[in-house]
């Protein structure tokens, strides 16, 4: 039976990486931690996606992650384990900079994984059958298109503004810089009215939107019971550890 990620049902997906997005964040105990990192692993690796893909993901945030890590490893109380110069890494604060690290990049992963294996449309679509408003799954449709022709938009005046002999010198041209902004958001604003008024005009409004479900197969049932039981195994797991029954 092919379990593969990018043929299950999207609505699926979306509450499977949910409850594991919750779930990891549920851990506390540092003996998990290689778990719950293996476990996101093991999942977008089912989606046969390239791990440079999920490198370059990693990169992005690594700077803040690493950065809030190191603050925890410093500035947190408890046991000094070493000390350089006059700052002290305690004992807590690599156990808090370890967890934060790892729980980051394991729900990053899972994100990735959904996103990435789930065309966006279907997402939203899938969003909506879940219970979400029609008008929220409109605005973010709406968002994710409009935030590229504002990159077109922006694109094009600064081609412009070279042309004329703009040049950037920082601080030194504020003005134009902020008169750039304020012409972007009201060449936005009239761009969504006209827009807004052309699908009033097209009957936008005046009817529901149809929810589309997807068949479920198998493969889908399969893949809600593994994470269903992986979920359940591991709170269970971290109860037990938390009251030392384990």
């Not at 591991?234 to 384990?246: E, H, M, P």
Request: aromatic letters at 12%; glycine letters at 8%; hydrophobic letters at 50%.
């Amino acid at each position: 039976m092919d379990i593969g990620l990018n043929n299950l049902n999207p609505k699926l997906k979306i509450i499977g990486a949910m409850v594991l997005a919750f779930t990891f964040s549920f851990i506390k105990s540092i003996e998990l931690l290689p778990v719950i990192f293996f476990i996101s692993l093991v999942i977008y690796y089912l989606s046969k996606l390239p791990l440079s893909l999920l490198l370059k993901r990693w990169i992005i945030p690594a700077p803040f992650v690493i950065l809030m890590g190191l603050f925890m490893m410093f500035f947190s109380e408890g046991q000094t384990v070493l000390t350089i110069g006059y700052l002290s890494i305690k004992k807590e604060g690599i156990y808090w900079a370890l967890t934060i690290i790892t729980k980051f990049l394991s729900i990053l992963t899972i994100m990735v994984t959904l996103f990435q294996t789930t065309h966006f449309i279907d997402i939203v679509r899938a969003l909506n059958s879940l219970g979400v408003p029609a008008i929220l799954t409109d605005i973010i449709i709406f968002t994710y298109r409009y935030i590229f022709e504002i990159g077109k938009q922006l694109n094009k005046m600064q081609i412009s503004m070279r042309l004329r002999g703009f040049r950037n010198r920082g601080l030194k041209n504020i003005i134009s810089l902020v008169s750039l902004v304020g012409t972007i958001l009201v060449r936005s604003y009239e761009q969504s009215e006209k827009v807004y008024n052309a699908m009033i005009l097209r009957g936008y409004g005046h009817k529901e939107s149809v929810k589309q479900d997807l068949k479920l197969c198998k493969s889908d049932i399969l893949g809600v019971f593994i994470v269903v039981a992986i979920s359940i195994g591991l709170i269970t797991v971290q109860i037990g550890l938390s009251w030392g029954g384990f």
